[in-house]
């Protein structure tokens, strides 16, 4: 059974930085897709950036480049998402998922399994 917890979460202000962690279990992820996505109150679910577990390719959505940088350390199982420049529209439940492919896909529906999420609030 695949587990995924996040972790990391919190309250920041503007310009600052957070780490949050999505620890894998249940599998062997190197066929997988991991995907990032948040979702603030009253909006949909949204891609934030993902990455093919094996090849390590990367996507991110246009509002988080060059702030926000996906990785995995495959020893640990783990995917982070180290977040920078923080700003108040960053605002949201952040939700680690994988995908049963190699393909990292931008829908939320193309993913098969969802962690709990995490809190990240950014204050102006």
């Known amino acids: 059974q695949v587990q995924l917890v996040e972790s990391g979460g919190g309250l920041v202000q503007a310009g600052g930085s957070l780490r949050l962690s999505c620890a894998a279990s249940?599998?062997?992820?190197?066929?997988?897709?991991m995907g990032w996505f948040r979702q603030a109150p009253g909006k949909e679910r949204e891609f934030v950036a993902g990455?093919?577990?094996?090849?390590?390719?990367?996507y991110y959505v246009d509002s988080v480049k060059g702030r926000f940088t996906i990785s995995r350390d495959n020893a640990k199982n783990t995917v982070y998402l180290q977040m920078n420049s923080l700003k108040p529209e960053d605002t949201a439940i952040y939700y680690c998922?994988?995908?049963?492919?190699?393909?990292?896909?931008?829908?939320?529906?193309?993913?098969?399994?969802w962690g709990q999420g995490t809190q990240v609030t950014v204050s102006s």
């Open positions: 990455i093919e577990w094996s090849a390590g390719t990367t």
């Open positions: 249940g599998r062997t992820f190197t066929s997988y897709a």
């Open positions: 998922a994988a995908r049963r492919s190699v393909v990292v896909v931008t829908s939320s529906m193309g993913y098969d399994y």
